[in-house]
């Protein structure tokens, strides 16, 4: 009797770690990862942040020679964002997730073209509109002008 208790208690110990066991790894879980590559191949020093439906927000920036991985993500779609506004930022939404299998997410993000510094365009002195309007003008039999 004895013995059986001592199994019992033994299994009973294995089911409750065994079930335990992926809830304590999903903290650990990636199940994004995010390649950002430049038009020429190469990966920019670029911001890449997730969001989550329940607002949570997870930013990274990527190096010159890895995947960004993104953890404790859950299952749910997320919207991931590359770049900065307004220097030709990438957003895509609906980014599938599931459990046990990272989904890479490849992104071609043109960084270029925000690296150049060029001032704001030329402001005018003063602003000036010229309206010229051209009339015809035709003398009747009386000599009176009449506008055409």
């Known amino acids: 009797m004895e013995r059986l208790y001592q199994l019992v208690l033994l299994f009973g110990a294995a089911v409750y770690f065994l079930g335990a066991a992926p809830s304590l790894a999903a903290k650990d879980y990636c199940s994004l990862r995010v390649r950002v590559l430049a038009p020429n191949g190469q990966r920019p020093l670029v911001l890449v942040t997730v969001y989550e ?62 690296m150049r ?24 039999r009386q000599g009176d002008f009449e506008d055409r």
């Open 53 to 114: 439906k329940s607002g949570r927000k997870v930013e990274k920036r990527q190096g010159p020679s890895e995947d960004l991985q993104f953890c404790d993500l859950g299952i749910e779609p997320v919207t991931v964002v590359v770049g900065l506004k307004g220097c030709n930022q990438v957003v895509i939404n609906d980014v599938p997730l599931s459990w046990q299998e990272p989904y890479t997410l490849k992104v071609i993000h043109d960084y270029v073209s925000c």
């Open 117 to 140: 510094e060029e001032g704001p365009p030329p402001k005018p002195v003063c602003e000036v509109l010229l309206r010229i309007a051209r009339h015809r003008r035709k003398v009747d």
